[in-house]
């Protein structure tokens, strides 16, 4: 693979972080990963205008603009031929030369993309949908800032693999926050879509940006709130929506059956409504 690194286009084998990185010490850093479908990028201003805001909350200057990344994200696909997959962006806060809990405000970032060929469309997971564990949400309270500090996101899926489950839906005083790296929804009987509103406590995912929009084209109610476990175990669907899965129903939650153990129609609707879109529309 080619990977871009802080102005430059080298082997993955040349592309070298100090162990002073601030990145590698304190997990000070933020990241994107934008789906690319048919040699395309989907979603990607969201996604870097999301980027945007995650550097100026926590006062990190971004090196190029965001019609500098997207050229970059470009040359990526070109010179790795890629056609599906995804492209992963990192911004570290930089590196100066020792091991310190503060910084000057003028510390050089560190920024590297680099590309992963996936089967996106062609999915087991979407045509058979998954299994989700639920487990107490031990993260910080900024989940909205999209940071690399994905410990207890990696600990999580890790118990759920464990578990024979496919991922986790992570609960904070009773309630549903989200999935492990993902948006999480259910489908009431009446065929409503619930999700848990914007706030600190979830990442403002880009998909579920746009699939709120799809929804609301294919006139399927939506309403904005928190749910809890046991309103998921009873709903008619669930499903959870992320950059490179889209949107993969959720079959059994805990060891309980949703709905009849199938994907959902509703989930199915919007994955295939969402695909079309982005398929007509991307750049
Ligand atoms: N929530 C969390 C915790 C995530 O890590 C992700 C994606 O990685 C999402 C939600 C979905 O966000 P997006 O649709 O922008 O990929």
Redesign the pocket.
């Known amino acids: 693979r080619i990977v871009y690194m802080n102005g430059s286009y080298v082997a993955e084998s040349d592309a070298t972080v100090s162990i002073f990185d601030r990145g590698f010490l304190f997990a000070d850093a933020v990241y994107?990963?934008t789906?690319v479908l048919a040699g395309k990028l989907v979603?990607n201003k969201?996604?870097l205008a999301?980027l945007e805001r995650s550097c100026k909350e926590l006062g990190m200057k971004l090196p190029v603009s965001a019609d500098e990344l997207t050229q970059i994200q470009r040359t990526l696909i070109e010179k790795n031929q890629l056609t599906e997959g995804g492209i992963y962006l990192q911004l570290t806060r930089g590196n100066e030369g020792d091991r310190d809990f503060s910084y000057s405000d003028d510390i050089k970032p560190t920024l590297v993309l680099f590309t992963q060929q996936r089967a996106l469309l062609d999915s087991q997971a979407a045509k058979e949908g998954i299994k989700v564990i639920s487990m107490e949400d031990i993260?910080w309270r900024r989940?909205d800032i999209?940071t690399t500090s994905?410990l207890p996101?990696c600990l999580a899926k890790h118990l759920a693999h464990q578990a024979g489950a496919d991922d986790a839906w992570?609960i904070e005083n009773g309630l549903v926050t989200?999935?492990?790296?993902?948006?999480a929804y259910i489908v009431t009987h009446d065929n409503k879509i619930i999700t848990r509103p914007l706030s600190n406590d979830?990442?403002?995912?880009?998909?579920?940006?746009?699939l709120l929009k799809v929804a609301e084209d294919c006139q399927i109610e939506l309403e904005q709130r928190a749910f809890t476990i046991e309103e998921a175990y009873e709903a008619k669907e669930a499903f959870v929506?992320?950059?490179?899965t889209f949107v993969w129903p959720v079959v059994a939650i805990d060891g309980k059956t949703i709905g009849d153990g199938q994907p959902g129609e509703i989930a199915k609707k919007l994955r295939s409504t969402y695909i079309e879109m982005v398929l007509a529309f991307t750049q």
């Open positions: 994107e990963v789906a979603d969201g996604h999301r993260r989940r999209k994905l996101a992570l989200e999935g492990g790296s993902s948006n979830i990442l403002h995912g880009i998909t579920r940006a746009s929506s992320s950059a490179t």
